[in-house]
């Protein structure tokens, strides 16, 4: 399946989400704050409200995603990613049977991914949120809040470990 001119770049969010594997050698220490405990990630993820504006873990994806896909209807016909609308059934398929470790949050992780990797096919590899939750995933752990006023501040993420 072809996802357009960064269709490799969304193929490694892709072949990531088969094994979930960390990688090692990705260091997040300089934009995440780690937590250990699975019920404060809950309570973060789906509870907590982040700065003035009072947003939840799942407003702040979001808006980050509305973005991506500004950028998406701004591209001319024959610029849009192919296949992306497949993406959403690949990642559930992959993480269904990937060992995570993360099973409480499968819905959260299959829809990350799947931003993460419109993201890639629309933008490229840029340094923005879903590149940088991506890191995240790569690292081995679960991005679940955020850190601070947003858009100011740090991701929060959850070690398994």
């Known amino acids: 399946m072809n996802f357009g001119k960064y269709h490799n770049l969304a193929e490694e969010v892709i072949e990531f989400s088969k094994t979930f594997k960390p990688i090692k050698s990705v260091n997040v ?73 993360y099973n409480a949050f499968f819905e959260d992780i299959v829809a990350d991914l799947n931003n993460c990797a419109i993201n890639r096919a629309i933008n490229g590899n840029t340094n923005n949120f879903f590149e940088k939750v991506f890191e995240i995933y790569k690292a081995g752990y679960f991005p679940c809040g955020w850190n601070g006023d947003y858009p100011n501040g740090t991701f929060i993420a959850m070690n398994k470990d």
Do not use: C
């Open 29 to 101: 220490s300089n934009f995440i704050k780690i937590i250990n405990d699975q019920k404060q990630a809950e309570y973060l993820a789906y509870e907590e409200v982040y700065g003035e504006d009072e947003y939840t873990w799942k407003d702040i994806r979001e808006i980050e995603m509305s973005e991506v896909w500004g950028r998406f209807y701004e591209l001319e016909d024959n610029q849009k990613p192919e296949n992306i609308d497949s993406l959403l059934d690949i990642f559930s398929e992959n993480i269904r049977s990937a060992s995570t470790g």
